[in-house]
């Protein structure tokens, strides 16, 4: 079975900083993994993706993050933080399933100060 | 498009009191997705349905039914409400041809007192 572990339930960053946003995750077949961001009283908007082909994948807003399947591992990252990034962000796997359920962590939330 | 919309945003409830979260999608998806947030953890799924007429369980359906009697509408019924089913509810839908992707509504947020 899938599962997601994200390493810190807040994260916070100063105003220009990288951001990094830790994920593993557990499955018995090859993951489809995916981030997704929370912005305050609004739904999940996917920031990126990785199915197949290259493992560093990029996203909107500047992130991307690098699938290493050795280190089970798909940890976003951000080279200099805007204020706008606060945010929650939730890493997730594909059961890869005939439904294609998605297994979210638990989520990250970042915050970002001056 | 809309792309898909959640009614209500907000709503108490009384233990025992029923309700029906309303989902709707206008992208012609097939595959659409009832999840529930609770503080300090993912998202975890209740229902889904891969098109209308069908639907099945997901990781913690007790306590909800669901319907799908259109492509667009994907209700969530709960009958008898109970403070565990406090939480903040998202629906999701995506298509046949794109398998990775799901796109979510702004959610609802439920209060059972």
Known sequence: ???????????????????????NYSSSVPPYLFWYVQ????GLQLLL?????????????GFEAEFKKSETSFHLTKPS??????????????????????????GTRLAVHP | NAGVTQTPKFRILKIGQSMTLQC???MNHNYMYWYRQDPGM??????????????????????????????EDFPLRLELAAPSQTSVYFCASRSLADKETQYFGPGTRLLVL
């Open chain 1, 49 to 61: 993706k990785y199915t197949t082909g290259a493992t560093l994948v990029k996203g909107i807003n």
């Open chain 2, 24 to 26: 709707t999608q206008d």
């Open chain 1, 81 to 106: 933080a805007h204020m706008s990034d606060a945010a929650e962000y939730f890493c997730a796997v594909n059961d890869r399933g005939g439904y294609n359920k998605l297994i979210f962590g638990a």
């Open chain 1, 39 to 42: 912005y305050p009283n609004q």
């Open chain 1, 1 to 23: 079975a899938q599962s997601v572990t994200q390493l810190g339930s807040h994260v916070s960053v100063s105003e220009g900083a990288l951001v990094l946003l830790r994920c």
């Open chain 2, 42 to 71: 993912g998202l975890k799924l209740i229902y889904y349905s891969v098109g209308a007429g069908i639907t099945d369980k997901g990781e913690v359906p007790n306590g909800y039914n669901v319907s799908r009697s259109t492509t």
